[in-house]
């Protein structure tokens, strides 16, 4: 059976002799879940998924946790992993795209994204819910957004951050903050959340999911399984949640 892991990720037991272990970002739980499933029921070996917010992910591979493959949604954390040496030299492949929108509490009236949007208004006195703004990819590029819209100095000061972008969605779908930055594959997979409008493009950097393996580890199965990722069975469960696959 299909584990995933999403507690402390250095107490996180190694991989069995017919499994590995994927560290991947958190906005692809679900999707990649489904990728992991299709590949066990193949060839009966269990990847074993770690999911947490980028920047833990990658700290935790600079501490030595037990990573044969890992899933990154920032180029940036990727290069520090790549420059220290922690990634198996020409391993790295970009495979899929998101896009960034805006997501409120239940039912809401679609909104154009732009710098005459009155977010500060909106929030009608409580919390916008976004990822970590210095520290994880959906709150970076959130933040961006939003300083390149004009809108990030009217709403600093009303930001609940939470360590990942999964948690900041869980914060729009309880109702505990009426509006949230999140991923759009994120914002498809919960129900009780709509989408007010998506971010322009070239309002933050481009989103881009890189994967790697993890240089020391030399696991076969992840060698496969990385490949699997960009094949077409693959492609057709990422592009069914919303991802644009890039290779």
Known sequence: MLRAAVALLLLAAPAQADSFNVFAAAS????LDAVAREWEDGTGQQ???????TAQLARQIEAGAPADLVVSASPDWMDTLEQGGLLVPDSRRD???NSLVLVAHGPSAPQ??????DLAAMLEGG??????????PAGIYGKEALTSLGLWDSVASSIA??????GALALVASGEAPLGIVYATDA????RVSVVGTFPEDSHEPIVYSAALVAGRENLDAQDFLLHLS????RAIFEAQGFTVLR
């Open 28 to 31: 692809l739980a679900g999707a």
């Open 47 to 53: 990847p074993v998924l770690t999911y947490a917010g």
């Open 95 to 97: 495979i899929l795209g």
């Open 112 to 117: 154009g994204i732009g710098p005459d949007l």
């Open 127 to 136: 919390r916008l819910a976004m990822a970590l703004v210095d520290a994880v």
């Open 161 to 166: 951050q939470a360590d990942d972008v999964r």
């Open 188 to 191: 498809r997979a919960e129900p």
């Open 231 to 234: 094949d077409d069975t693959s």
